[in-house]
Structure formats: structure tokens, C-alpha cells
Nanobody, 123 residues
Framework: QVQLVESGGGLVQAGGSLRLSCAASGRTFSRYAMGWFRQAPGKEREFVAAISGSGGMTYYLDSVKGRFTISRDNAKNTVYLQLNSLKPEDTAVYYC????????????????WGQGTQVTVSS
């Protein structure tokens, strides 16, 4: 019922930046906590960042803390992930996810998933 569509991925050099967007369908976007995950080839899906429904609380993977910023614009039904100071190790498919609660989760207990957007960071 809730559909998520990511965009904004691409190829950048190390040290560069990207802003990922996730557009959500629905009429009550602010009720859903949102998260970003990533998956690199041969690796498990990994939590990256999460944000509460109101945007008041955020959580980050330690390795991206200080470099990535999650935010949301509930009026636009969109969640963002700003990726700065990118490293080759950040290369992965990035997925946004939503859950039927305003409480953010750092686990994979989300109810809705987007199709992913590729982020590639060259050295």
C-alpha cells in the first residue's frame, strides 16, 4: 500500500557528495518512521540511518556518523540522505524503508522498502 521510490544515486569521486531522496506514497507520511539501508555485493544489508516520524530523533551507523545526514520533509512525503565525504567503502545500493510506527528502528524491522539506488564512490 505504501510505495517508496529512491533517487539521487550516482558515481562520485572519494570526498564527494550526493543527496538521496525517497518519495513515499500515502496520506499520513508523518506517522511512519523512515530508515536508510545499504547493501554492497557479497555483504548483508546494513543499517545506515533512521529518523522518527516527526523528525525529532535520528540514528546513524557509526561509520557514517558525521558524514551522512538523514532528514525528512513531511509536507513533501520525502525522506533524504545527504552523503558527504564519501569513501569507496560507501559503495552500495541504498534502500529507503518505512515502518508503521513513528518510532525509528536501527534494525531491519521495517514494513516497506524501496527499489534501491546505486551509489558508487571511486578512489
Amino acid at each position: 500500500q505504501v510505495q517508496l521510490v529512491e533517487s539521487g544515486g550516482g558515481l562520485v569521486q572519494a570526498g564527494g557528495s550526493l543527496r538521496l531522496s525517497c518519495a513515499a506514497s500515502g496520506r499520513t507520511f508523518s506517522r511512519y518512521a523512515m530508515g536508510w539501508f545499504r547493501q554492497a555485493p557479497g555483504k548483508e544489508r546494513e543499517f545506515v540511518a533512521a529518523i522518527s516520524g516527526s523528525g525529532g530523533m535520528t540514528y546513524y551507523l557509526d561509520s557514517v556518523k558525521g558524514r551522512f545526514t538523514i532528514s525528512r520533509d513531511n509536507a513533501k512525503n520525502t525522506v533524504y540522505l545527504q552523503l558527504n565525504s564519501l569513501k569507496p567503502e560507501d559503495t552500495a545500493v541504498y534502500y529507503c524503508a518505512g515502518r508503521n510506527t513513528g518510532v525509528a528502528s536501527t534494525t531491519t524491522r521495517y514494513d516497506y522498502w524501496g527499489q534501491g539506488t546505486q551509489v558508487t564512490v571511486s578512489s
